[in-house]
């Protein structure tokens, strides 16, 4: 295809450090992929850059109402950031709806952008607006762009002889072209997928076509935007670069695992937002070892995987809290027969059903302790949308090293939040070596390695190494059925000691700030990037306020007793009613403070800052 590279504006442009903006429409208005395309292009600008998709609980919400709006928020700077941004400088509001629920966030002098020829009057009754806000004075505060978007997409295609349906449907990509025409990005790379995306239907490949060049001309040519921005590139370490989400993230990271250990990938898994993707990214990984299994039902995926595991394969069952409850016999069966399984819980707004869509980090307490008698599990948290490949190639490490099953425990945030990954060397990885016991002479189940008290993995039908499988309690050696008293308190005892025999390969904890002062922000999961701009704008006041940040939650870190006692104040922000700072007041006595969310959203930084000023102020 010949190149369309998009010439320069002739108008006026403002250089800015950084800008966060907001698509805001129906939830059948595509404003995830305009948000989608519009952090392509900034991430191709060479922009740092943090995303917040933000879905709509009801599948099939009533048009127009509040209850169906979808919003995509993107920060995209020159800058190191850390957040999608606590409001937006630019609301792009496909309806009355869309602007109902998201105009208070903007501050005054916001830019708001709006499709006026969608303010009818059914529109704003459905809106609830007793008034018109685009005449009734109540957007004063803000710069209003009022933008025939449904009109001159039409008007873009009305040669074409398509169904006003489906040029209804291209208005996102209006949007689109205008908001990257007044943040100067290049259409170009836009352009091609649409190319990729509809080879198979031309016409609709030149409508979207058609429409994006029409809204970035008009940025252009109308005399209703007299100043486009810029925003330069960040700084970043030299290495190759994507834009990546948390779950396609996880996805690699378990695939990068498993080639590392030059074993299959098996999926057993039953579809649950926010953690389909993860299954969706591995169906397509089929050349690389991978299989994926979508089972009737939770407690038939987990099986499957445990079956798996069982067979000599890297094993993952992907899920969210409601089928982690589900899952937890199987799970506690994996941990009595001590093989290696990966589940992925992507927490969600809870209890029950909850809030689908909606972030939450409510499931700690729940994989900590959620299981019959004590059965330890390793669990380890991403703190990044980057960091779940990590994480996720950690946890197939740690899971066929002690042979257990391991808790890489994301959240919604994290798995439909993108930012950008710098791609690993393979070379780099770290080495993930399996070994199955072949030789018969002296072999017992549960022989136990010196180091690590982990039992041999023994393929089923390896000559010599028939063993029994399942949940009744276990010889000590032979794997026997056995109800002995000793026996039982043995085996649970030595199952802790595996556990907590990991803690000497936690790396160091990440201390972001002064060594020893007056608070302490500790966190977990998601809210890192929350904290440490909260930390980094503390700090940048002259307060002695540091972050640090727990990737490993079972066991916890070696020296967090240490970090912890050379603090005056602790506050542990949670997206829960305080979970982690329960564990950290039982395990190390220390009067850690909670800061607590409960609304399906993340922090805003200023949330943190305003808690610790508020600690400051009265100490």
Sequence with gaps: MQQETVAPTDKPVEERAHVVIRFAGDSGDGMQ??????????????????????????????????????????????????????????????????????VGDLPANGILIVDK?????????????????????????????????????INALNDMGLPTRTMMRSRNFFALGLTSWL???????????????????PEIAEANRRVLKAGYHYGETAEVFRTAYKVGAATIAPGRYRNITGNAAASLGLVAAARKADRPLFLGTYPITPASDILHELAAMKGYGVSTFQAEDEIAGVGAALGAAFGGAI???????????????????????????????????????????????????LVMYGRNSDSPVPIIAPATPADCFAMAFEAVRIATRYMTPVFFLSDGYLANGAEPWRVPVAADLPEIKVEFRTDPNGYYPYLRDAETLSRPWAIPGTPGLEHRIGGLEKDYLTGNVSYAPMN??????????KIAGI?????????????????????????????????????????????????????LP??????????????????????????????????????????????KVSEIVRKAMSLLEKN
């Design 33 to 102: 992929l305009a948000g989608m395309h519009f952090t392509n292009e900034s991430a191709l600008a060479g922009n740092d850059l943090s995303t917040l998709p933000d879905f709509p609980a009801e599948i099939r919400a009533p048009a127009g109402t509040l209850a169906g709006v979808s919003g995509f928020q993107l920060h995209f700077s020159s800058l190191d950031i850390f957040t999608p941004g606590d409001q937006p400088d630019v609301l792009v509001a496909m309806n009355p709806a869309a602007l109902k629920v998201n």
């Design 117 to 153: 020829e969608q303010f009818t009057e059914l529109n704003l009754k459905k809106a609830e607006f007793s008034d018109n806000p685009l005449t009734d004075g109540s957007l004063d505060r803000l710069q209003l762009f009022e933008v025939s978007i449904t009109k001159l997409t």
């Design 183 to 201: 943040f100067q990005r290049d259409i170009e790379t836009t352009l091609r997928w649409v190319d990729k995306k509809f080879a198979k239907k």
């Design 315 to 365: 094993a993952v069952t992907s899920t969210s809290g409601p089928g982690i409850c589900l899952k937890a016999e199987t799970i506690n069966l994996a941990v009595s027969v001590e093989l290696p399984l990966i589940i992925a819980d992507i927490q969600r707004g809870g209890p029950s059903t909850g809030l689908p869509t909606k972030t939450e980090q409510a499931d700690l307490m």
């Design 488 to 497: 039982h308190e043995q085996m649970v005892r030595v199952r802790e000691r």
């Design 503 to 555: 803690v000497r390969e936690i790396p160091p904890t990440e201390v972001n700030g002064p060594a020893e002062g007056d608070i302490l922000l500790l966190g977990w999961g998601s809210t890192y990037g929350s904290i440490e701009s909260a930390s980094r704008e503390l700090q940048a006041a002259g307060k002695k306020v540091t972050h640090a940040h727990i990737r490993y939650i079972n066991p």
């Design 558 to 603: 070696p020296d967090l007793g240490d970090i912890l006692s050379r603090f005056k104040h602790v506050i542990v922000p949670e997206l829960n009613m305080g979970q982690l700072v329960r564990l950290i007041r039982a395990e190390y006595l220390v009067d850690a403070i909670a800061l607590n969310k409960i609304q399906g959203q993340p922090f």
